[in-house]
């Protein structure tokens, strides 16, 4: 009972980190068009934000990281996280959200090939049942109307996925040795740096002057960032990053619902039925009964 308590748990914080992921494209697409905002001086601003965040929590804790193998994992988390999070927006400025996100939420199925390759973890039915389920139903979701067939888009979009394959491997390593808070915080100070440069470099940075753009600063900093971060990390102490990855497919469910309602966007009956599909996508993984805990699973 208590190993099903402890899957439970880590669907549950993969499901509420995939939910509040859902804000992200939200607030970050409100500092790029209303700021007239670069993708790296959003993202910059977005991270600089988390890492005070998570610093003010850190501080009385006074806990640092010791062992050389966990500041690799650390960083190497860092460079994935951060290279999915830009690759994901340009991407969609070359070929739109929809087809970006749908390219992108491939993610799931590499994640399970690579454990399967490096791993040798098992691929049940349930999760080809959820893989199959989930990419249908995040086409249905997707707004058609917006795509643009572009090559380079889509590669980018491509390498998204992947790069975020590997930041779910690598901090699936990390989650049982490292406090999830000081591992959120190190990938926040990593691309805070990584953006700052990148947006001196194509001379794109400014500092936001308007209560409005600082607002959505905050909201995809600490709503779409710190509170998700951390709950993926949470999960990966009680699943693995296969079923971890499948749950936050969640994340463009919210993205549309978000839409509709601060938006006014409209929902087709296509969208519902996507929603639909994505959830017995997601809810379907719950049905493996493999134990997959900390002890017993080693990816």
């Not at 454990?115 to 049940?124: A, E, L, S, V």
């Not at 960032?225 to 936050?248: D, E, G, H, Q, R």
Request: charged residues 10%; contains cysteine.
């Amino acid at each position: 009972m208590r190993l099903l308590s402890s899957q439970h748990k880590g669907i549950f914080y993969a499901s509420l980190s995939g939910m509040l992921y859902g804000f992200l494209a939200y607030f970050g697409m409100m500092i790029i068009t209303e700021g007239h905002s670069s993708v790296f001086n959003m993202l910059f601003w977005r991270f600089f934000v988390t890492t005070l965040a998570f610093l003010v929590i850190l501080i009385p804790a006074q806990e640092v990281i010791y062992d050389k193998r966990q500041i690799l994992y650390a960083f190497g988390g860092a460079f994935f996280y951060g290279a999915c999070a830009a690759l994901y927006f340009v991407a969609s400025e070359y070929i739109g959200t929809g087809l970006a996100m749908v390219i992108f939420f491939t993610y799931p199925t590499i994640v399970a090939l690579l454990n399967w390759f490096f791993h040798r973890y098992k691929i049940t039915l349930f999760y080809y049942i959820s893989f199959i389920l989930t990419a249908v139903g995040i086409f249905l979701l997707s707004d058609r109307s917006q795509m643009t067939f572009d090559f380079y888009g889509i590669f980018l979009a491509f390498l998204a996925g992947i790069s975020y394959s590997f930041y779910m491997l690598i901090t699936k390593k990390q989650a049982q040795n490292l406090n999830p808070i000081l591992s959120s915080f190190v990938i926040s100070i990593g691309n805070a740096i990584l953006f700052l440069g990148l947006s001196l470099f194509n001379h794109s940075f400014f500092i936001p002057t308007t209560s409005l753009i600082w607002i959505n600063i905050f909201g995809v900093s600490i709503i779409a960032t710190v509170f998700p971060l951390f709950l993926l990390l949470m999960s990966l102490k009680y699943i693995n990053s296969t079923k971890a990855s499948i749950v936050s497919v969640l994340e463009p469910v919210v993205t549309v619902i978000i839409g509709v309602l601060l938006l006014h966007e409209s929902l087709s009956w296509i969208q519902i039925i996507g929603i639909v599909v994505i959830l017995a996508g997601t809810l379907s993984i719950q049905f493996d009964k493999n134990v997959d805990s900390p002890k017993r699973v080693q990816d």
